[in-house]
């Protein structure tokens, strides 16, 4: 079956209104194409202007916290073969499971969320961004070969992830005490014997912090510290969402509220506040320190930044690793090849083996 034809078992063309996408010159599909930063038909070529000129604006915390606008335009789908669920926008004519690279995703009864204020575009191609990978994955001595061989561009697939950045103001009033080490020297017998003490020592004060665009990761499709590998994302200046970014790309549902984003959130500032603190004094032991913290304007965004999925399956288990869309960053999973990782050792005790018998 071909792609066109899934396409219309699925979807049901009048429902989505996906006329307003089709090219104005012959009625083909369009796509968000990354190197012209236009829509182009996928038949005739024909180059659409997406008029935006607006960049996402941040919006107050306590409307997030309260409700939010639901992205009613979209759909979630479910991949059949991997599990993830992804949004796509009304009448989209991309059907491949960006993790999995299989095209068995299916409709299914589920609310998108909240509509995203704000989208990051594709920058680098997936042409540009398979480049990039297959350097990164010769690199990887311990890959399998056929791993190796399958990073290409058609292997590669984009789709949007979703996350939360958040602004806020800080008041910490703190109180603690640290100690400072220092060595006292006697001479037992002409003997100097040197002893490490601590001086002990009270602090307390107020520290004043501002935050701008901390990025929380809203979905476990990519986990945390893998998306923290591919940052930065340019969450400054994102454009307002429209909906043709998203012609031939899905996004990710995000299972984190921002509510509980915003928690955090929030213990990352914490964090970040404390060694704020703890910088201004010259010390080596932290004995207690009370940090009582105020927020206040605090703004959020929810935006889509782009990412390219590359998938392998290796021995019935799948890998993924990831290209951010915008700057080119690989993060991710590789399998292992067990006998490379057998020669090497095997190497090694032979190299050992062969300088004690050198050495003897
Ligand atoms: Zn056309
Ligand atoms: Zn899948």
Redesign the pocket.
């Known amino acids: 079956m071909t792609k066109s034809k899934i396409y219309e078992k699925i979807y049901n063309e009048k429902d989505l209104k996906v006329d307003d996408f089709k090219c104005e010159n012959c009625g083909g599909e369009t796509i968000f194409d990354v190197k012209e930063q236009k829509l182009k038909c996928l038949y005739c070529g024909s180059l659409f202007e997406v008029k935006n000129d607006k960049f996402a604006q941040e919006r107050e915390l306590q409307e997030l916290l309260s409700k939010g606008e639901v992205w009613k335009e979209a759909e979630v789908f479910q991949?059949q073969?991997?599990?993830?669920k992804e949004i796509i926008q009304a009448g989209e004519v991309s059907l491949i499971?960006?993790?999995?690279?299989?095209n068995?995703?299916v409709k299914i009864d589920e609310i998108p969320g909240l509509k995203p204020q704000g989208i990051a575009p594709f920058k680098i191609t997936k042409k540009q961004a398979s480049l990039l990978a297959i350097k990164w994955a010769k690199k990887k001595l311990y890959a399998p070969n056929k791993f190796k061989k399958s990073v290409k561009a058609e292997n590669l697939h984009g789709f949007y992830n979703p996350v939360f950045t958040f602004d806020a103001n800080a008041i910490s009033n703190y109180h603690g005490q640290l100690g400072k080490n220092y060595v006292v020297t006697s001479y037992h017998n002409g003997k100097p014997i040197t002893v490490t003490k601590v001086r002990y020592f009270t602090i307390s004060g107020e520290n004043k912090a501002f935050f701008d665009d901390v990025l929380i990761q809203a979905s476990s499709d990519i986990k945390a510290d893998i998306l923290k590998k591919l940052e930065p994302f340019p969450t400054r200046q994102v454009l307002e969402y429209k909906p043709e970014y998203l012609r031939g790309y899905s996004a990710c549902t995000y299972d984190k509220e921002g509510g509980a984003c915003w928690t955090e959130c929030k213990q990352n500032m914490d964090r970040i506040i404390e060694s704020q603190i703890l910088n201004r004094y010259d010390y080596d032991v932290k004995v207690a320190l009370n940090i009582k913290t105020k927020f206040f304007g605090e703004k959020y965004k929810y935006i889509l930044v782009p990412v390219y999925a590359g998938n392998y399956k290796y021995k019935n288990k799948l890998y993924n690793f990831f290209v951010n869309g915008d700057n080119g960053k690989i993060a991710g999973k590789t399998p292992i090849a067990k006998w490379k990782v057998f020669v090497t050792i095997f190497v090694i005790l032979a190299v050992i083996v062969g300088l004690f018998f050198i050495c003897k």
């Open positions: 991949c073969s991997c599990g993830v499971c960006p993790f999995c690279g299989t068995s995703i």
